[in-house]
């Protein structure tokens, strides 16, 4: 334990830094203990308050911004492709769906300033702001006034917390090897509830899928059903959508009310995310609702492309597809 304390007070900034970046970077490595405990120490070292704290805030906050700055880059340049990576491969699944990037698509870059309060929102808003064309300036303005008040409350509990922090440390200093090991335990236990937690997220979108083919014979046959499309309006303007579709933005959209009862016994909902998650959360939601017979779209939209269906598009997307810069088309239109 006396190792673990000797590296907060010589390393502090360095564990805090590095905490802050694994974490916005997308690892199950918490950063608000580091910061909160070193705060308290810095607070008992220094005889300034400003000197033991500026510090670490700027610290934090540089992690940060600095992390989400590699999402928003990978979101200008790959946008949907990272999403469905980070989906996949995210803790926190729930976080993926389509309520989540309705909380961007209403609010947009200012969302950012509470990105980090809500969990597993950060990466996924600061994705969403490179995809969705966010500048770089506002990009760089909302989500550093978002990640220096992060990191503010967290220093502000190390400052106001300090002696019962410091008493902490003390308890688990008395414990010896056994305080190192109780913490490495609850690190494990917090990362065992985030992978309980999908699982079970996982088994609630277990439901009968439509398979492409069959959607594909159906609209063939003249005898198609309601189809939704919940993908944000940027994937949808830059990749183009299934003929007929109708584009639902968030779970309590005007569209879904305006459906007539005679378009809702069968019902397709198709996205573009891994185990179709958002067109699955939707699906749902639909049968509480009283939809009668509502399926999500195996393989989302992407699947459906793939295998050769026809796709509707506006200019932007006809430009794309064609390999025209999407500007230069509208101004020739």
Known sequence: ????????????????????????G?????????????????????PSLALALVPILLAATLAAVLADSLWYLG???????????????????DSCVLMTRGIYARW????????????????????????????????????????????????????VFHRAVNDLLDGLETLGRYGLVL?????????????LKRQWFLRELRMARISVAELGQLLEQGDGPTILDVRSHQQRDSSGWIPGAIFVATLGDDSLTGIPPERREEVIVYCDCPNEASAATLARELKRRGFKRVRPLAGGFEAWRAQGYSVATGEKAAAMLAGVDPIDAVAQS
């Open 1 to 24: 334990m006396d190792a673990l304390l000797h590296l907060i007070q010589t390393y502090g900034l360095l564990v805090v830094f590095v905490s802050v970046f694994l974490d916005q």
């Open 26 to 46: 997308g690892l199950p490595v918490p950063a608000y203990p580091p910061i909160i405990v070193t705060a308290a120490v810095a607070v008992d070292q220094q």
């Open 75 to 93: 979101g200008r340049r790959i946008g949907a492709a990272l999403l469905r990576l980070m989906c996949k491969l995210s803790l926190s699944p």
């Open 108 to 159: 947009g870059a200012p969302s950012l300033v509470v990105a980090k309060f809500v969990p597993g929102f950060a990466a996924v808003a600061t994705t969403l702001a490179g995809e969705t064309g966010t500048s770089p300036r506002r990009f760089a303005f909302y989500d550093g006034l978002g990640a220096l008040l992060w990191a503010g409350v967290a220093v502000a509990l190390g400052a």
């Open 183 to 195: 913490i490495l335990v609850l690190i494990a236990g917090l990362v065992g509830y985030k992978l």
